[in-house]
């Protein structure tokens, strides 16, 4: 009764494939068998191709003779001399079952299964041995192993060894992706050789325990993983796994040379050629049978192959033969296409030329020419100004990207770029240039381009291509002055003397500037935020936007104030009248918030005293300039030098320019401090030579002009906002 119910779920599973599988493998009802012979056992059953055959004179020899076993009322083959069921043939290259690509001819049979601790399987058949037959173990199957803690083991392998592990419990976290494959978790697959004819297995437990249902077989399907508890693992379920047959070459023969259809497929087993055919592509059918492999009409078998064009079978393959309205909508399609292009190509072109044609327009209007003239006029005696295009800046800031901002102000913003060399640069891009102020702004590139001092920033260039001009300067890394006094940070303390050294090197800078250069350079905006510290802690002026170049002792006047609250000279304020004192007293500034740590207009003093200034000078005239000194440096610094930096101060903030002292007097006193606290040494081994740069003017070069560049008008600018060079450390 088992057994009869065993045969009862293979007919059943057999027919629920078998019909797939011949509409796979012969869907167009070529012949498979010799004449007059017949190919199914019954009417709905697997198709028998040649070699094989059903009856006396139908099949190439013993070993390929199918006998149509009746049982339940179904037939299926069975083959005699190696006594099993067959369930399907397959002849062609491109036979699918369940998206898997058979290439060999073969047949498919119920798999061998070794169990252990299970309810069934006893009665099956468990091992396999085809030595002596042209049938083969077809190495698209793979060996299986199900159940938990099972080790099994394939033999008959040769020098190889096949086997794999499976365990249960709660490893299946350990195990990639073990809901969707078997991959050791209660089920295991592996690869096999090619070539083999006999199959036996071996099954035994990983660990002792109780008596758990195990099974080891050979199938072509990739299983996923089961819910496993024993004793159901896979009993109901017929397992398949594939077969292949190979003709052998004739003796004195050729392999090359045996009789194929068309194609030969020679494979030398145990020093014996054997061989395999196949139609040849556009081709299918039956390649053992003469004029089996027939044509394949494409034109009828893939819909729409051709489109809109008509379909024309050959021998082996098909064309497409265009008709007229094919043609006349291919010749519509390709206009339309080709007018497209050519818009499309029409249009870039003129939106470069424009671009370009903008780009001269601006380079001309910005002084451009300008510019070029007075480089050449100056060549040789000036360092050369670099004209950036706009492309160059777009590609340095990564097209001005937000991320890349630097700083923003009253002038503009400035970004950190990179040039193709690697060199870092800052780039002002402004906000806006009046055209009547253009040849003074080429002017004073010109002039700034000169400056070559340790402690100013330089420009490197500028691009003249853009709306507004921009400029590029070496950019200074380490913030400005006011971050370091209001934002103290341990790895640079604000201590006296790097603090005496810093106002030692901008008085430098400014005395440079006012009395060193043949044309002085009036800066017009210095304040802390103005003053940045490079990698070494350098001081370096910066933003020399509202800067004017003027003749020797001349003054200029302008029509509005410029310059930022609390820095601004009174004298100024009320006369409008900017002179190299006016520096001067912006400086005084910057030397009390050195001394007091303060921010030059604070809310939090008195309406009176407010403003830095006015607060400082109260101190000193009461004498209580100790109360309002920096404590982060009043125990290492020399009493002395303060009061004397203080009285510097004090003469600088005098309300009246001709008693203030001038840069380079500032500077002479700031430096007598050093090198008195340093002594002559010292002061050689750690400053370097002040070397000064004549600049050269050429006589068509104005120099009094209306500043095209304006920080802040009136005063209107916060105390507390930021420089256009800014840098915040990362």
């Not at 491109?94 to 073969?106: A, T």
């Not at 099954?203 to 089961?226: H, I, M, T, W």
């Not at 064309?319 to 499309?344: D, M, N, Y």
Request: include cysteine; charged fraction near 25%.
């Amino acid at each position: 009764m088992d057994c009869d119910l065993k045969r009862f779920f293979f007919a059943i599973f057999l027919f629920q494939i078998h019909g797939y599988i011949v509409a796979s493998a012969f869907h167009h009802e070529f012949p498979v068998a010799l004449p007059d012979c017949i190919d199914r056992c019954d009417r709905a059953g697997a198709r028998v191709p040649y070699p094989f055959g059903i009856g006396k004179g139908c099949y190439k020899s013993k070993w390929y003779e199918v006998v149509c076993n009746h049982s339940l009322h179904l037939s299926f083959p069975f083959l005699p001399s190696i006594g099993l069921d067959v369930i399907s043939f397959s002849l062609t290259d491109d036979f699918i079952y369940e998206d898997r690509s058979h290439k060999s001819n073969g047949f498919q049979i119920q798999s061998p299964r070794k169990t252990s601790g299970c309810s069934y399987g006893k009665k099956d058949v468990q091992s396999l041995n085809l030595t002596g037959s042209p049938f083969f173990i077809s190495d698209n199957n793979k060996f299986t192993a199900v159940g938990c803690n099972i080790k099994a083991m394939m033999v008959g392998t040769g020098p190889q060894i096949v086997g794999c592990e499976a365990r249960c419990g709660k490893e299946n976290r350990y195990y990639k992706d073990a809901d969707k494959s078997c991959v050791g978790y209660k089920c295991c697959q592996t690869k096999i050789p090619p070539g083999l004819q006999v199959y036996d297995s071996t099954v035994e437990k990983l660990e002792p325990g109780k008596n758990v249902c195990q099974e080891a077989y050979l199938s072509r399907e990739d299983f996923s993983n089961y819910t496993l508890t024993s004793p159901d693992l896979t009993e109901n379920v017929i397992v398949t796994m594939d077969l292949e047959w190979r003709l052998e070459v004739p003796p004195n023969t050729v392999p090359e040379s045996s009789k194929c259809e068309v194609s030969t497929s020679v494979i030398r087993t145990d020093d014996q050629y054997k061989y395999q055919c196949r139609c040849r592509s556009g081709y299918e059918g039956n390649p053992y049978l003469p004029g089996g492999c027939q044509d394949i009409d494409e034109c009828r078998t893939i819909y729409g192959v051709c489109g809109k064009n008509k379909c024309v079978n050959v021998p082996g393959s098909f064309r497409c033969e265009k008709t007229w309205p094919a043609i006349l909508g291919g010749t519509l399609s390709s206009g339309l296409l080709l007018l497209a292009v050519g818009t499309w190509w029409i249009c870039k072109v003129n939106k470069k030329q424009k671009a370009a044609k903008q780009k001269r327009k601006f380079f001309k209007r910005n002084g451009g020419l300008l510019l070029e003239q007075q480089m050449f006029s100056l060549q040789g005696s000036v360092n050369k100004t670099k004209l950036f295009s706009s492309s160059d800046l777009e590609k340095a800031t990564n097209r001005f990207n937000a991320s890349r901002v630097l700083g923003q102000g009253g002038q503009g913003t400035v970004y950190k770029g990179m040039l193709e060399d690697g060199m870092i640069v800052a780039v002002k891009k402004s906000k806006a240039l009046k055209e009547e102020n253009l040849e003074e702004f080429i002017n004073e590139i010109i002039l700034l381009s000169q400056i070559n001092h340790r402690n100013v920033v330089g420009i490197l260039g500028c691009c003249l291509e853009t709306e507004v001009p921009m400029l590029v300067y070496e950019f200074i890394p380490n913030r400005s002055l006011f971050d370091h006094l209001q934002n103290p940070s341990d790895y640079f303390p604000m201590t006296w003397k790097a603090r005496l050294c810093i106002a030692c090197e901008v008085a430098d800078a400014l005395s440079y500037l006012h009395s060193a250069a043949s044309v002085p350079i009036y800066h017009r905006d210095v304040k802390s935020t103005n003053i940045l510290l490079d990698e070494k802690h350098r001081a370096k002026v910066s933003d020399f936007g509202i800067s004017r170049c003027v003749g020797i002792d001349d003054t200029h006047l302008t029509t509005v104030v410029q310059g930022t609250v609390g820095y601004v000279d009174p004298e100024y304020l009320q006369s409008s009248h900017f002179t190299g004192k006016s520096d001067v007293y912006s400086f005084g500034v910057v030397l009390i918030e050195l001394l007091t740590g303060g921010k030059p207009v604070s809310v939090l003093r008195p309406q009176e005293v407010k403003m830095l200034g006015a607060y400082f000078l109260e101190a000193m005239r009461n004498d209580r300039l100790h109360e309002i000194l920096d404590a982060r440096m009043e125990e290492e610094c020399d009493q002395e030098e303060v009061l004397a930096v203080a009285k510097l101060a004090r003469s600088c903030l005098s309300l009246n320019s001709e008693h203030r002292p001038t840069m380079r007097d500032v500077f002479i006193e700031l430096d007598r401090m050093q090198f008195k606290k340093q002594g002559a040494q010292n002061l050689a081994e750690n400053c370097e030579e002040h070397t000064y740069i004549q600049i050269a003017t050429p006589e068509t070069m104005s120099l009094s002009y209306y500043s095209p560049y304006t920080l802040v008008g009136n005063s209107s600018f916060s105390p507390d906002s930021k420089p256009l060079m800014i840098h915040t450390t990362q």
